[in-house]
Nanobody
Framework: QVHLVESGGGLVQAGGSLRLSCAAS????????MGWFRQAPGKEREFVAA????????YYADSVKGRFTISRDNAKNTVYLQMSSLKPEDTAVYYC?????????????????WGQGTQVTVSS
């Protein structure tokens, strides 16, 4: 089992940037596809981005495409989410998730491992 811990959240003005990190322990992430999800108060968890285990393929929700970038550094056992041009609608708890598969998924149920989340608040 792999354990995931997110960091890098905080308060930022609209139009600003944040970089989230997801550090893994227990196993290396080289054989895990990874994803980022978010959940706002009163809403269900929604897909944000995913990356294959090699980092060669990425996928984004339409709401963040062009603004967010998912990446990974398997040597550091870390996955990142670079967020730019942030909007108040991006305010949510962001979760890192892992899946022992070559490719990622936009379904939360397909992921086996989850972090505790990190709060991102975008003010207007």
């Amino acid at each position: 089992q792999v354990h995931l811990v997110e960091s890098g959240g905080g308060l930022v003005q609209a139009g600003g940037s944040l970089r989230l990190s997801c550090a893994a322990s227990g196993r290396t992430l080289s054989n895990y596809a990874m994803g980022w999800f978010r959940q706002a108060p009163g809403k269900e968890r929604e897909f944000v981005a995913a990356i294959s285990w090699s980092g060669s393929s990425t996928y984004y929700a339409d709401s963040v495409k062009g603004r967010f970038t998912i990446s990974r550094d398997n040597a550091k056992n870390t996955v990142y989410l670079q967020m730019s041009s942030l909007k108040p609608e991006d305010t949510a708890v962001y979760y890192c998730a892992g899946r022992r598969s070559v490719s990622g998924s936009y379904y939360a149920a397909d992921y086996n491992y989850w972090g505790q989340g990190t709060q991102v608040t975008v003010s207007s």
